[in-house]
């Protein structure tokens, strides 16, 4: 409609491979269960290894015409269809009780968490949430390794989070209602990115966390100058704000 070319996305001189491309765009969108990527690769081209070859124009398409995957790249743009390069876990911790099936694991006695695969996260029930005050999300590995909070159940994200993930907070979030949600990410684009694509999924009211000037300023040492591409999307950001 606006007159542009096509040629970014397909090779106009090969009709096979435009219907393959289109084909897989449209398998990626309809999938509905967890796959690993080379699995993916298997039931939709008949080779483990074809997605590989595609991978980069597939992210170009979904972060042209999909304004929410704009700013990721092609693993966490696949998560959000539950297509996974491996295992897909979320790591918690802190003041709860969970269940999952028939077994009972109280996280007060873990000092670094648990990781629960993707497969499991539907089953995880929340039992024991009375001393819980706030929800923190977390960006980062090393970070959700190291945070400390009482009276709190910290996740780790590990950057966008995904319909897996999703899960696990829409159960938090009906189990532990009228608590204090926080986000702790990175103070950069990326990082406001996150913590904005999160609230749209999810609906809940995250404030972000460590994210404020005062903390930007006591690590100055630690910061880097701003890009131009920094400079837009942040000023893109704020325009939605």
Known sequence: SQHK?????INLNDC?????????????EKNNQQLYLREFSIRVLNDSKA???????IANIFRRFKQEYKNMDLEEILADYNIYHTPNYV???????????????????MKQGIGISGEDIGRVKFKSVEKIQKVITIENLTTFFR???????????GGYHNSVRRLLLQEVYSSIPGKLYYHFGDIDAGGFYILQHLRNKTGIAFVPYCMDVKTLKANLQYTKKLTENDKKRLSALAETE
């Open 5 to 9: 070319s096509v040629k970014e996305y």
């Open 147 to 157: 945070w400390k909070e009482n009276n709190s159940l910290i996740v780790y994200l």
């Open 51 to 57: 997605f590989e070859h595609m991978g980069g124009k």
């Open 16 to 28: 096979d491979e435009t219907i393959c491309l289109l084909d897989t765009v449209q398998n990626i």
């Open 91 to 109: 790591y918690l911790k802190g003041e709860a009780i969970i269940s999952i099936g028939d077994e009972t694991i109280d996280l007060r006695y």
